[in-house]
């Protein structure tokens, strides 16, 4: 067995969690930019209906 096989095991696991969490936060945070985004179009919609 190669001695390294473990730590790099580890290390690719570790890689991929910390991938799987990027992405999550990334996709809470373009839902929370849309959704201000929504927001903000509403607010402007009534502003311009007076």
Not at 22 to 33: G, I, K, N, P, Q
């Amino acid at each position: 067995m190669w001695i390294a096989a473990e730590p790099i095991r580890a290390y690719v696991q570790e890689t991929n969690r910390l991938n799987r969490e990027h992405r999550t936060s990334a996709d809470t945070t373009r839902r929370e930019l849309s959704d201000t985004e929504k927001a903000i179009k509403e607010i402007v919609h009534v502003i311009e209906q007076g």
